[in-house]
């Protein structure tokens, strides 16, 4: 069931970049892409369970910060050593100036 | 009937070596070839959460036995390469096994230094899991710790061995500890944290022995410790490829495309000396996580034919107590600084050679603080970017923007 959950605003992030987001006792992270789009993953890395909001956003692209995995953050797919597991994704969608993920 | 893609060494570059020849289409056979008995597996954790965590520990897997099946690999175990025949392409092994080679890796990495000095042999040396398992138990039953060296895996067995409450010596014989590669505000950085976190910090002191209740320092002191742990270096094991007649120079020498002086001959990790096109062809040879992949990966695409130079920055990270840090690309090439302090404990030290080009970053900071930074670092190093100091200077300025400017 979908469960819509206010992230953040549409400002709070800036284009091509990503903020950690805390709920229910999970972490996300929420990404903003080069052509202004919101995406939203799972918080942690696959590999090591490190912070990926501390990471780099490059174009589609988010880097482990730990050891550079790299995340396609549209798809969650890991993009080689030394990360094998894909990252779970969820629905964003912006709602006036608020970023809003779905975590249901 | 060849062996196919012949490797020799189950480290990391070992195991990365047999999936990017997969990955890159090849279809023929390939063996590996290691000393371990284990399958390979990853080390950073040998110094950090193997020694500290709860639970009892595993080897963190590179390869397992379905990955190895989907592969479509051999791999060997618990035996040595002894002996390379170049011209009939034949790599003997000790235990009397010949394996035929189309191309071969030598992936050998590298084995700790030992202490040379009266009692040199009781202190005991990090690299592979077995001594990971040993360090963790005795660790845990020991009082007191000495360690000698203040290089990386010594601080980090040491933070670790904090961690679990044992009273811990560092002893290092240079003026100040990571004097290699580490400049030196960043060293005290580290400095200040261990003794923050009660480790008695003994620098610039000489050792004269080691005895089986601790060790003699060169002022005749005797620190007393129920276990003595020494990271005093590791040497690039090479003795392979000298038996074979290929030239060593502080590692096996490779061209920029990491093959030998025999075409059919490559070598990754720790153990190889390449000259790095980036930083003006300066011979070198890193012992670094990310090396060893990157390698591995090069080598073995020009092992399926290709001819790319390997130009990856060097990286390397290191963790202790809170702190982690970063280093990209030469900073010993610098003659300049330029400190941009990213909050009050997190920093980054830019390196700039004479032109102002950006060599080197370095940066500590407690826990990811810093690693946003130096990767943009690390891409603006790649691209021979010279950055104005200033810009360098003020966190305000994104490097991103720099990249893109
Ligand atoms: C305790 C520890 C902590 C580390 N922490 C970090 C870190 O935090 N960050 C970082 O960047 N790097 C770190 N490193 C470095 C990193 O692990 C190495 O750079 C990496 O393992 C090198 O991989 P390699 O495959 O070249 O060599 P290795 O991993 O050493 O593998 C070589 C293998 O070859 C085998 N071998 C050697 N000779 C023969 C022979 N003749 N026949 C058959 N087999 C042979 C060896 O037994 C070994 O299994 C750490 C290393 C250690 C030991
Ligand atoms: S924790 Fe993310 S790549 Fe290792």
Wanted: hydrophobic letters at 40%.
């Amino acid at each position: 069931m979908a469960q819509w959950i206010e992230a953040c605003g549409k400002d709070d992030i800036d284009e091509e970049d990503v903020m950690r987001f805390d709920h229910g006792g999970k972490t996300y992270a929420i990404y903003r892409s080069p052509d202004d789009k919101f995406y939203a993953t799972d918080g942690l890395c696959t590999h090591e369970k490190i912070h990926l909001a501390d990471g780099l956003v490059m174009d589609n692209i988010i880097e482990c910060p730990k050891h550079n995995g790299r995340f396609d953050y549209r798809t969650g797919e890991a993009k080689g050593a030394p990360v094998c597991i894909n990252l779970k994704t969820y629905p964003v969608k912006v709602d006036g100036g608020k970023v809003l993920i779905d975590v249901g | 009937m060849t062996n196919g893609m012949v490797i020799v060494g189950g480290g990391m570059a070992g195991a990365r070596a047999i999936v990017n020849l997969r990955a890159s289409g090849y279809e023929g056979a390939i063996t590996l070839v290691g000393e371990e008995t284990l399958l390979p597996y990853d080390r950073p954790p040998l110094s950090k959460a193997m020694i500290t965590d709860e639970q009892e520990p595993q080897p963190a897997w590179l390869l397992d036995e379905s990955m190895l099946v989907s592969l479509n690999a051999t791999v060997l175990r618990g035996v040595r390469a002894k002996s390379i025949d170049r011209a009939s392409k034949t790599l003997h092994l000790e235990d009397g096994v010949s394996l035929s080679y189309e191309k071969l890796l030598i992936a050998t990495g590298a084995k700790p230094r030992r202490l040379t000095l009266p009692g040199g042999e009781l202190g005991y040396t990090l690299r592979d899991y077995a001594d990971g398992d040993h360090l963790r138990n005795r660790i845990r039953n020991s009082a007191a710790v000495a360690i000698i060296g203040g290089g990386f895996i010594g601080l980090e067995v040491a933070a670790s061995a904090r961690k679990l409450g044992a009273a811990v010596t560092v002893i290092e014989a240079q003026p100040r500890i990571l004097m290699r590669g580490v400049p030196q505000e960043i060293a005290d950085v580290v400095h200040a944290r261990h003794e923050a976190a009660g480790v008695a910090m003994q620098v610039g002191t000489g050792l004269s022995a080691i005895e089986i209740d601790g060790v003699v320092l060169a002022d005749g002191r005797k620190i007393k410790a129920d276990i003595v742990i020494a990271g005093i270096g590791a040497t690039p094991q090479t003795a392979l490829a000298e038996q074979a007649g290929l030239a060593v120079d502080n590692g096996i020498t490779c061209d920029a495309t990491l093959r030998t002086a025999d075409a059919d001959i490559f070598a990754a990790g720790d153990c190889c000396s390449f000259p790095h096109q980036l930083f003006g062809n300066k011979r070198m040879r890193l012992e670094a996580w990310r090396n060893a992949t990157d390698q591995a990966n090069v080598a073995t695409e020009n092992m399926l034919g290709g001819s790319k130079a390997y130009t990856a920055v060097p990286w390397f990270w290191s963790d202790q107590h809170d702190l982690s840090l970063q280093i990209a690309g030469v900073p010993g090439d610098g003659v300049e600084t330029v400190r941009r302090q990213l909050s009050d404990q997190a920093f980054i030290i830019f390196h700039r050679d004479a032109s102002g080009r950006l060599v080197g970053a370095s940066g500590i900071g407690p826990g990811n603080s810093i690693a946003r930074d130096v990767k943009l670092a690390e891409m603006l190093i790649a691209r021979s970017a010279a950055p104005a100091s200033a810009a360098l200077a003020d966190a305000s300025v994104g490097l991103k923007s720099l990249l893109k400017g």
